[in-house]
């Protein structure tokens, strides 16, 4: 049972549009939502997170919104650049305490369209 | 210097084989985890261990098998390597994170593993 989902495997954006994307997830206990970047031959960099008490996140070009109600997220790359290109996770934190762990959505690949 | 080391970078192997993959961390976290990537799979984790005394399975630890030896050190290995366990594999470290608060995790460069 996939607790996080990402849709969308990958998507395309001219470069200095805005780059959306999105992922959706099922557990209602997580408690801090995380995006991960990850390039080719390289291990995923944390990028981003939201605490699920909030519905927004910003950080220079990216922003991360939260829909408790939805139970979905996105981030939000404005404007995107060609050094976006990558792979990103959308990651949700969760579990009984001293024991919490991160699940994984399967990933989107985004590419910059110089 | 890296952060999190993974050795080796590239494994080609046969099946039967026992392989060994090792993480290396100089950044002082207590919690380690293993995972591994697939196509349209995402990260699926492991094992974890939350102190050198803790060894944790994830959601996918059936033919894995894993060795704390220190703090800094956390080792995957295949006992009898199989096909399917083809697969990208990350190690990554955290702090002790308490609920209510962010356990950021940071990853080492990942190993290729072919099992033939």
């Known amino acids: 049972d996939q607790q996080v989902k990402q849709n969308s495997p990958s998507l395309s954006v001219q470069e200095g549009r805005i780059s959306i994307l999105n992922c959706d997830y099922t557990n209602s206990m997580f408690d801090y939502f995380l995006w991960y970047k990850k390039y080719p031959a390289e291990g995923p960099t944390f990028l981003i997170s939201?605490?699920?008490?909030?519905d927004k996140n910003e950080d220079g070009r990216f922003t991360v919104f939260l829909n408790k109600s939805a139970k979905h997220l996105s981030l939000h790359i404005v404007p995107s650049q060609p050094g976006d290109s990558a792979v990103y996770f959308c990651a949700a934190k969760g579990g009984t305490f001293g024991n919490e762990k991160l699940t994984f959505g399967t990933g989107t690949r985004l590419t910059i369209i110089p | 210097d890296a952060d999190v080391t993974q050795t080796p970078r590239n494994r080609i192997t046969k099946t039967g084989k026992r392989i060994m993959l090792e993480c290396s961390q100089t950044k002082g976290h207590d919690r380690m985890y293993w995972y591994r990537q697939d196509p349209g799979l995402g990260l699926r984790l492991i094992y974890y261990?939350?102190?050198?005394?803790?060894?944790n399975k994830g959601e996918i630890s059936d033919g894995y098998s894993v060795s704390r030896q220190a703090q800094a050190k956390f080792s995957l290995s295949l006992e009898s390597a199989i096909p399917n366990q083809t697969a990208l594999y990350f190690c990554?470290?955290?702090?002790?994170?308490?609920?209510?608060?962010?356990?950021?995790?940071?990853f080492g460069p990942g190993t290729r593993l072919t099992v033939l």
């Open positions: 939201i605490s699920s008490i909030k």
């Open positions: 990554a470290t955290s702090d002790l994170g308490t609920s209510g608060s962010i356990d950021t995790q940071y």
């Open positions: 261990s939350f102190d050198v005394k803790d060894i």
